[in-house]
């Protein structure tokens, strides 16, 4: 899979911009102010529909235009699609060869983007949640029955939590609503746990490429509860032992919504205990591990990289452009780029 061509309008400081790329290595530079993580966000957005700096839609629409647009063609072997994608501060519309598309998990199956950014490494040092996004949106990516499982779960826990805060609650009602997390927290568990086993058989792989040594790294899960037999059983238990404190802080303190990850390295804990380079290094290889689990050549993903570079030594920064000119697409930004082979876009500033 790759990007092919880019257009955008009244995006981020772009009031119009077309862009053509290639396969293989792709270098966006430029001063600073001169958009080239936007160009990247553009590509991102293709993928999921929405920005990945956490704004709204809004923001992302130039001064006090109207709306903001996104024209695309992806290749995915011998298909062709055309994206178009309005923004305006009402809502967005997405459409793939003409037809529109509502589903995310439709869209996510015609560009599938891995982004790597700055705040990146602070993976293993931020927020629990940070960690949740990165499993439930790649695991999403490639199996559409576990976004409807996540979002099942959410609506659920919602309704909880809205009984919780009632302070005059239906006993029959909040049980309904528990049995429901506990139907759905057995699945989305089960896929966590495979996909962090399959990705630890990779993730070794790919640090050595780039560290060029040999360490034990290891990603860690931990479900709520166990994944056994008794299941259902066990974690209906957990949540009325939670209940006392659940209805004293009028919301639901256990669940696969509070769970978290961690890497070790070496068996220590990298996020307390390794220094901010090992940090970069696994954060990059761990965002891009995905990559090597599709199968078909035809729809490996994009790779997005923002501003990589500028922390990594000269010997770091040669094994990584190495090890990445074995993708079908990467996208790299930087303010001074130069790659013999690859494909040079030169912003200017607005």
Do not use: W
Request: glycine content about 6%; overall charge positive; some cysteine.
């Amino acid at each position: 899979m790759f990007v092919k061509s880019l257009s955008v309008r009244n995006f981020r400081n772009h009031t119009y911009k077309d862009l053509e790329f290639s396969p293989g290595l792709n270098l966006i530079s430029g001063v600073n102010a001169s958009g080239k993580t936007n160009i990247v966000e553009a590509i991102y957005y293709l993928s999921l529909a929405r920005s990945f700096r956490g704004v709204d839609d809004e923001d992302i629409i130039y001064r006090s235009s109207e709306y903001a647009e996104i024209d695309s063609l992806v290749v995915e072997g011998s298909l062709k699609r055309k994206i178009h994608i309005i923004i305006t501060k009402k809502g967005r519309s997405v459409l793939v060869n003409g037809k529109k598309v509502s589903k995310l998990s439709d869209l996510t199956k015609c560009v599938n983007v891995l982004l790597f950014e700055p705040k990146d490494v602070l993976l293993f040092r931020g927020t629990p949640k940070e960690r949740r996004n990165f499993l439930d949106i790649n695991l999403s990516k490639q199996f559409p029955i576990y976004l409807e499982y996540i979002s099942r779960y959410e609506k659920a826990l919602r309704q909880r939590n809205e009984l919780l805060k009632s302070g005059n609650y239906d006993q029959k009602l909040l049980d309904t609503t528990t049995e429901l997390l506990v139907k759905y927290s057995g699945p989305i568990i089960k896929y966590r746990a495979m996909y962090v086993k399959d990705i630890n058989d990779i993730l070794i792989k790919i640090t050595r490429a780039l560290t060029g040594v040999k360490e034990k790294i290891e990603i860690h899960y931990r479900p709520f509860v166990s994944d056994d037999a008794d299941f259902n059983k066990v974690a209906l238990e957990a949540y009325n032992r939670a209940l006392e404190s659940d209805l004293k802080h009028k919301a639901t303190s256990i669940g696969i919504h509070r769970e978290d990850i961690s890497v070790s390295l070496n068996g220590k804990d990298i996020g307390t205990f390794g220094s901010q380079g090992e940090n970069r290094l696994v954060a990059l290889a761990l965002k891009i591990s995905p990559y090597f689990m599709v199968k078909d050549e035809d729809k490996k993903p994009v790779i997005v990289l923002d501003d990589v570079m500028s922390e990594l030594d000269e010997e770091h920064q040669a094994r990584l452009i190495k090890f990445l000119k074995n993708f079908s697409q990467v996208f790299i930004t930087g303010t001074e780029l130069n790659i013999d082979g690859a494909t040079h876009i030169q912003l200017n500033k607005a």
